[in-house]
């Protein structure tokens, strides 16, 4: 034995192969074999057994093949090596002049190839002589230096030649070190054929000199076992690997290669060439595949092969060697032959050829994880292998720790709302209840959505029946006389909310796969849009949803292409992965894999199969299963492998569509069989036995044990309780085989069957079923009149159980479809059901906005309906929809006449029905206001509303006429009865009183709403209470806890829907923060999100009111390009739709002028100020009726702007409107004097300023800079000690100035104004020839602060 030291720590030891093949065998820890055996243990150890039964044992062992097979590839991998370079060399061994000392690499064919091998181990720092185990520590191996170089010529024969002289290598690698027997006394230390004897016994002996050498007797096994039965140990760990010789019988088995070995003939060359057969190694149950290899090797004797599966060439060799190394399940051990040739083939679950995909999918889900929300979307033609990607990728979720989410739409239950969407919460909701039971778990999921979601979570168990279970039988009813608008929006948050409140509690990523999105609703594809840009929007929370579908059927139209083009809009990362057909070397891979047969064995027969499927894989599978049940791929018993008939293979004609051969599959199989899978075809691709039950009962007929013979026949399979078609192709072909007609038929027919059953049992799911059922037959096929009556008032009922789970496009397909089964007098038999019908449509028309479905419904129901009331509920849906279109004038128009019909006349002057109110409500108070009966009356209930939208109408086409409605909601109220509307007409009124100045007043009736809104759980009505509610608050109450009222505005808003009330409280809650001297960092952070909201749900007037103050926070910040692409590029922010509208809009244009004058006057731009200040001046004065924080800090800065123009120009006109500013600002203070005493002490500061009343302007700044310190304003704080020190500048004391300067930079640094600060710093350089930086580390305790409490206590 030679060892080589390579360093300190690591050492290679070097074996002959015979050595390493005795060591290796002896060092197999055979106690594993025995602990996996169900024997009772025998009394001996395996170390006690005799030696020849451990080594039998050792050489079936895994720890002993895959040892061996590294060494066996090791050998090929250099062979192959060599003759490379031997064929890049022209076929010369060495170039150089030292051959000698370079003795050849490549060696001449031979038989004695065993005694020239040697194996490297290394040892790894370790004392070989402590023995480390050999199977772990292999490094290669590799050839003695050779005497014989391999000869240019015949280098094709050659070739052929050296694999089989490796071939008698790995013979005696796997026999445990055994000659074959034909070698007889060519045995190891004769005579070699090409002289090197000498130097391989040499090595032999230095080995066998540092080696404790145990040889093996050469003993028969089957005598000995015999000789020691108490060993029945060993007879059942070996029972199964003989037992299949058992099974074959005779001598067919041990002469299989007869055939072969009769046809080899012997052809001259320089060594001895030996009949050799691998039945030897069959016979120690070593793997077939293996023997098969070596045999296949051993064909090469002549250089020609000479059997059907020999090799070509040693890369070849090399390469099954590594596939048996890398994948031994599928190429190294033993099929079960036996269960095979009774189940036939058999397919997994393996992914073929979609590596690069995989890799895709788990690449874009770990960006989820990592935060933020990721879209992969797959598509493919049918049978890609779509589905088998989504099952490796859903491993990869589960693997992680994920939580996933599972769906299928389906062509043929398209009309069930939501369908696969809410399919996939409900069965995992369901599946949390069967794998934890009663558990702490579940509890807590409950606990936390009732706190998150509140009341309002019943409306998800409309979608999600088994969510009702876990929360348990405490819900709320469901309010169906709510306007529905709003809903489908509700559902949407309420979902996101679920999903966050998953993820929260399980501590995992929530991933949601949704299969065939061809078929998918709009109300799922738009809440799935919903929850990608909510999570987005999340920093926290993460949101993976993969989707699949059909190539080319997602077209321009398709909700799927239109949530793929939102998502392009938004931060969502988006992927789409393009399945083509497999190529041949993959199909080949797929072949190979399933049949367990190396790739060069099954490649003639894989390009058979890609030709005729052209590389489907669908088709392959189904045309494989279809070979093996004709026996034409069967397994064999004797070769125990599968073996195939080429030539029938090749004759076999095929149809070129995958479901033309499906098809024929079907009918071959039994009629009864037939019906049963055309019945289920009609239902979709799937079923659940709780389905199929009643099904039967209502058709009379068991189809159940049809199914299963499908089942057996592989077109369904059968997962727990839910028969499904193997994949929907074959659900499609069975449904094809129908004509429509016949189809149209056996739909009806089903739906009638299962509709008494749906009223029976009250079931949802089965109700949905029968109408869509009904629906898919159509109107052509009802004989009998009363069947239409029948199936109109079940698609009513359908229609509104789709409502309650707000999925509006669904409910008014069902509604459309019982319109359509109306015969012609329906009005005249059936005038409650149809008017009923036109109502609730005309409903659901205007929440999927299709206004002129609307229209019509309106029309048809005027000229027919019976009476005024017959008419109102479809008459105030039809005011909405107007409403909702921009038709003001119209709706408005329409709203006049409703409410003049009831009795309530809007003329009449607006001060008189004023003092009226105030008289009225003068004779409650707060508590007996809130005690007033709740309004009940339909027709009362109706004119609130009518009289609600009338008001909107007023406020866009005649602002000044809008109080009237709002009083009149009061009076109604006081007479009739309180409602939600009722509390917000409270609020409009409070507002009003504190436009017209009476803010004590208004905020009283603040709180009342507030109250009543509560009491009367009106939360739809709650958002715009608190939202224009905090508005007065913000008069009254320290404006900085007024943020939090607006936080529950925009929560309530969200969770009831209100999409617009939302986003007026999303711009309210900037306002506000901006305006309360929040740090400006997480004002721009709130923008930032907020935009994005607000463009997620395309409302483009909130974006525009929203804008104007964020370039005023980027201004201040200092990142004025850090504008998000809303509305244009960055370089061209205001786009041509934000001028239009505030040409139109003179609201919108105030504000951006305000903050355009903000900004200019922040930053002491004069000439920029006083040109905005003519054009704010023009619009300064626009009415309102009801009031904002905002305009209190307009007239803050309008007056503090007018004392700067006014000393700078000396005009007494800007002075004027200062004077104003300050007499409106001390109403305020009035009110509340910790927010607006520091502003009414800085605008008289400036008015002092102004008039060089120089001592009283010193008092009124110190004053103002401490009641902004006070009452936490550091923004006004700032402001106020620059305003000082410009005062100070001008007056003369330009030493006292510095300080006032100095702190407003600190405090400007304090409140997050990057830029502002760093303007001031450059003015006080300029000024003072000093330096200041962001961090102010100048000593402020100077006579500023102390004398400001001097001069205000003086």
């Known amino acids: 034995m030679s060892t080589v030291a390579t360093s300190s720590s690591t050492a290679e030891t070097t074996f002959l192969l015979s050595e390493w093949i005795r060591r290796a065998i002896d060092e197999v820890d055979l106690s594993a074999l025995v602990n996996a055996s169900s024997t009772v243990a025998a009394p001996d150890r395996p170390s006690q057994w005799p030696a020849n039964i451990r080594n039998s044992m050792a050489l079936c062992s895994d720890e002993y093949l895959m040892s061996a097979l590294r060494v066996a590839h090791s050998l090929a991998d250099g062979l192959c090596e060599a003759e490379d370079n031997f064929a890049e060399k022209g076929g010369r061994e060495n170039n150089n002049d030292d051959d000698e000392l370079h003795p050849s690499l490549l060696p001449a064919p031979g038989t004695n190839w065993a005694d020239k091998v040697q194996v490297h181990l290394s040892s790894e720092g370790a004392e070989f002589n402590e023995i480390s185990k050999l199977h772990f520590n292999l490094k290669s191996a590799d050839f003695l230096p050779m005497g014989e170089a391999a000869d240019s010529r015949g280098q094709s024969e050659d070739g052929m030649r050296r694999i089989y002289s490796l071939g008698i290598v790995l013979y005696e690698i796997f026999s445990g070190g055994e000659r074959p027997p034909e070698m007889g006394e060519q045995t190891r230390g004769g005579k070699s054929d090409d002289g090197t004897a000498e130097l391989s016994q040499e090595l032999s002996q230095e080995t066998a000199e540092n080696l404790d050498l145990?040889?093996?007797?050469?003993?028969?096994?089957?005598?000995?076992?015999?000789?020691?039965?108490e060993l029945n140990l060993f007879d059942d760990i070996i029972e199964d690997r003989f037992s299949l010789c058992n099974d074959i019988g005779g001598d067919d088995f041990f002469n299989a290669e007869n055939d072969r070995k009769s046809k080899r003939q012997t052809q001259s060359c320089s060594y001895k060439v030996y009949d050799v057969s691998v039945e030897p190694l069959k016979a120690k149950c070593l793997p077939g595949s293996l023997c098969d290899l070596v045999a296949n090797m051993l064909d090469c004797a002549n250089g020609n092969p000479s059997g059907e599966d020999s090799y070509?060439?040693?890369?070849?060799?090399?390469?099954?060697?590594?596939?048996?190394?890398?994948?031994?399940?599928?190429?190294?051990?033993?099929?079960?032959?036996?269960?095979?040739s009774i189940t036939g083939l058999q397919f997994g679950g393996t992914v073929f050829g979609r590596n690069a995909e995989l890799s895709t999918v788990k690449d874009a889900y770990r960006r989820s994880v990592s935060g933020g929300s990721e879209l992969v979307i797959i598509s493919g033609a049918s049978g890609s292998g779509k589905s088998l990607l989504v099952y490796e990728s859903r491993k990869h979720v589960l693997a992680g720790g994920g939580i996933i989410l599972s769906g299928k739409f389906d062509q043929l239950q398209q009309g069930t709302p939501f369908s696969a969407f809410a399919s996939a919460?409900?069965?995992?909701?369901?599946?949390?209840?069967?794998?934890?039971?009663?558990?702490?778990?579940?509890?807590?999921?409950?606990?936390?959505?009732?706190?998150?979601?509140?009341?309002?979570?019943?409306?998800?168990?409309?979608?999600?029946?088994?969510?009702?279970?876990?929360?348990?039988p405490a819900t709320s009813p469901i309010n169906r006389n709510e306007d529905c608008d709003n809903a489908q929006k509700r559902l949407q948050y309420l979902l996101c909310q679920f999903v966050d409140v998953i993820s929260s509690t399980f501590s995992a990523p929530v991933t949601l796969f949704l299969d065939d999105l061809q078929w998918a609703d709009a109300a799922s594809i738009e809440a799935v849009n919903h929850l990608l840009t909510a999570a987005s929007l999340a920093h926290d929370e993460r949101f993976f949803f993969l989707g699949c579908c059909r190539?080319?059927?997602?077209?321009?139209?398709?909700?799927?292409?239109?949530?793929?083009?939102?998502?392009?809009?938004?931060?969502?990362?988006?992927?789409?992965?393009?399945?083509?057909?497999?190529?041949?070397?993959?199909?080949?891979?797929?072949?190979?894999?399933?049949?367990?047969?190396?790739?060069?064995?099954?490649?003639?027969?894989?390009?058979?199969?890609?030709?005729?499927?052209?590389?489907?894989?669908?088709?392959?599978?189904?045309?494989?299963?279809s070979l093996s049940k004709e026996g034409l791929l069967r397994p064999s018993l004797s070769r125990r492998r599968w073996e195939w008939e080429m030539e029938k293979i090749e004759d076999r004609e095929l149809p070129d569509d995958v479901a033309m051969f499906l098809n024929n599959s079907i009918m071959e199989l039994?009629?009864?069989?037939?019906?049963?899978?055309?019945?289920?075809?009609?239902?979709?691709?799937?079923?659940?036995?709780?389905?199929?039950?009643?099904?039967?009962?209502?058709?009379?007929?068991?189809?159940?044990?049809?199914?299963?013979?499908?089942?057996?026949?592989?077109?369904?399979?059968?997962?727990?309780?839910?028969?499904?078609?193997?994949?929907?192709r074959i659900q499609e072909a069975t449904y094809n085989m129908m004509e429509d007609g016949t189809r149209r038929l056996f739909h009806f027919t089903y739906g009638l069957s299962?509709?008494?059953?749906?009223?029976?049992?009250?079931?949802?799911?089965?109700?949905?079923?029968?109408?869509?059922?009904?629906?898919?037959?159509?109107?052509?096929?009802?004989?009998?009149?009363?069947?239409?009556?029948?199936?109109?008032?079940?698609?009513?009922?359908?229609?509104?159980?789709?409502?309650?789970?707000?999925?509006?496009?669904?409910?008014?397909?069902?509604?459309?479809?019982?319109?359509?089964?109306?015969?012609?007098?329906?009005?005249?038999?059936?005038?409650?059901?149809?008017?009923?019908?036109?109502?609730?449509?005309?409903?659901?028309?205007?929440?999927?906005?299709?206004?002129?479905r609307v229209s019509l419904l309106f029309e048809q129901v005027s000229e027919v309906a019976h009476s005024f009331e017959d008419k109102l509920e479809i008459t105030y849906t039809y005011v909405r929809s107007l409403l909702t279109s921009s038709c003001l004038g119209e709706a408005l128009t329409k709203g006049l006449y409703v409410l003049n019909e009831l009795g309530i006349v809007l003329s009449g002057d607006l001060d008189s029905l004023l003092v009226e109110t105030k008289s009225m409500l003068a004779e409650h108070s707060d508590e007996q206001l809130l005690s007033l009966p709740v309004m009940t009356d339909r027709t009362k209930l109706m004119a609130m509303k009518i009289l609600s939208r009338t008001q909107t109408c007023l406020l866009h086409t005649n602002p000044k006429s809008q109080p009237k409605a709002t009083l009149h909601m009061v009076q109604y109220s006081l007479q009739h009865g309180m409602s939600g509307l009722s509390s917000f007409a409270l609020i409009l009124y409070g507002s009003f009183l504190a436009c017209l100045g009476d803010i004590p007043a208004g905020y009283r009736y603040v709180k009342i709403a507030i109250r009543l809104a509560e009491k009367l759980n009106a939360r739809s009505n709650m958002c715009e209470v608190l939202a224009l509610g905090s508005q007065v608050m913000g008069y009254v109450e320290p404006l900085q806890s007024v943020n939090e009222v607006i936080v529950r505005s925009l929560e309530y808003g969200l969770a009831v829907g209100s999409i617009g009330n939302a986003m007026l409280s999303c711009s309210m809650n900037i306002?506000?923060?901006?305006?309360?001297?929040?740090?400006?960092?997480?004002?721009?952070?709130?923008?930032?999100?907020?935009?994005?909201?607000?463009?997620?749900?395309?409302?483009?007037?909130?974006?525009?009111?929203?804008?104007?103050?964020?370039?005023?926070?980027?201004?201040?910040?200092?990142?004025?390009?850090?504008?998000?692409?809303?509305?244009?590029?960055?370089?061209d922010i205001e786009t041509e739709k934000e001028r239009k509208m505030s040409e139109t809009n003179l609201h919108l244009l105030k504000v951006v002028h305000f903050n355009k004058l903000f900004v200019g006057f922040m930053f002491r731009r004069y000439d920029e100020v006083k040109q905005f200040a003519v054009a704010y001046d023009a619009i300064a004065s626009l009415p309102f009726n009801t009031i904002l924080i905002s305009h209190c800090m307009h007239v803050f800065y309008w007056g503090l702007i007018n004392f700067w123009i006014a000393r700078k120009t000396m005009d007494v006109i800007w002075f004027d409107r200062g004077e104003k500013a300050i007499e409106k600002m001390r109403s305020y203070a009035e009110c509340s004097s910790w927010n607006f005493q520091n502003k009414l002490l800085l605008l008289q500061a400036e008015q002092c300023f102004y008039l060089e009343d120089i001592e009283s302007a010193k008092r009124?700044?110190?004053?103002?800079?401490?009641?902004?310190?006070?009452?936490?304003?550091?923004h006004e704080e700032a402001l106020a000690c620059e305003l000082a020190g410009h005062f100070m500048l001008e007056s003369g004391e330009g030493r006292a100035a510095l300080p006032y300067f100095l702190l407003a930079q600190k405090k400007y640094h304090e409140w997050g104004a990057c830029a502002k600060e760093e303007s001031l710093g450059k003015f006080i350089k300029e000024q003072f020839g000093r330096e200041t930086t962001t961090e102010t580390n100048i000593d402020l305790s100077i006579p500023a602060e102390p004398d400001l409490r001097k001069r205000r206590a003086s």
């Open 214 to 229: 145990f040889p093996i007797d050469d003993v028969d096994i089957a005598a000995e076992l015999n000789s020691i039965s």
């Open 425 to 472: 919460f409900d069965v995992y909701c369901g599946t949390l209840l069967e794998d934890s039971g009663p558990s702490s778990i579940v509890g807590e999921l409950a606990s936390n959505l009732r706190s998150s979601l509140g009341r309002d979570v019943h409306h998800l168990t409309k979608l999600i029946p088994n969510l009702a279970i876990i929360l348990g």
């Open 754 to 852: 299962l509709a008494s059953l749906s009223i029976e049992e009250e079931c949802d799911g089965i109700l949905f079923i029968a109408v869509n059922q009904l629906n898919l037959g159509g109107p052509a096929i009802v004989q009998d009149p009363s069947q239409s009556f029948t199936v109109a008032g079940m698609n009513l009922r359908a229609g509104k159980k789709a409502m309650e789970m707000s999925d509006f496009k669904t409910a008014l397909s069902y509604l459309n479809h019982g319109i359509s089964f109306l015969c012609d007098r329906h009005w005249e038999d059936h005038y409650d059901l149809s008017l009923e019908l036109f109502e609730v449509a005309a409903k659901c028309a205007l929440s999927n906005g299709d206004h002129k």
């Open 312 to 340: 070509h060439n040693m890369s070849e060799v090399r390469d099954d060697l590594q596939l048996m190394l890398d994948k031994p399940a599928i190429y190294l051990y033993d099929q079960d032959i036996g269960r095979l």
């Open 1071 to 1131: 306002v506000c923060a901006f305006w309360s001297g929040k740090h400006l960092s997480l004002v721009k952070s709130n923008v930032d999100d907020t935009l994005r909201l607000m463009s997620s749900h395309s409302t483009l007037v909130w974006i525009l009111q929203t804008l104007p103050l964020y370039r005023t926070v980027l201004a201040m910040i200092g990142n004025v390009d850090d504008v998000p692409i809303i509305l244009g590029s960055r370089s």
């Open 670 to 728: 039994p009629d009864g069989v037939q019906s049963s899978l055309c019945i289920l075809s009609c239902f979709g691709a799937s079923a659940n036995v709780s389905f199929i039950e009643p099904l039967e009962r209502a058709l009379q007929k068991n189809i159940r044990d049809d199914l299963d013979v499908a089942v057996a026949k592989g077109l369904l399979d059968k997962i727990g309780v839910e028969y499904r078609f193997s994949h929907d």
């Open 1260 to 1274: 009124c700044y110190d004053a103002a800079i401490l009641s902004a310190q006070e009452h936490k304003f550091v």
């Open 551 to 625: 190539k080319g059927e997602i077209n321009e139209g398709h909700p799927v292409r239109k949530l793929l083009k939102n998502v392009e809009r938004s931060s969502v990362g988006c992927t789409n992965i393009k399945l083509d057909l497999m190529d041949e070397h993959t199909i080949n891979t797929m072949v190979s894999e399933t049949l367990r047969l190396l790739p060069r064995l099954t490649r003639s027969l894989s390009s058979v199969i890609y030709h005729k499927t052209k590389g489907n894989p669908l088709f392959v599978s189904h045309l494989m299963l």
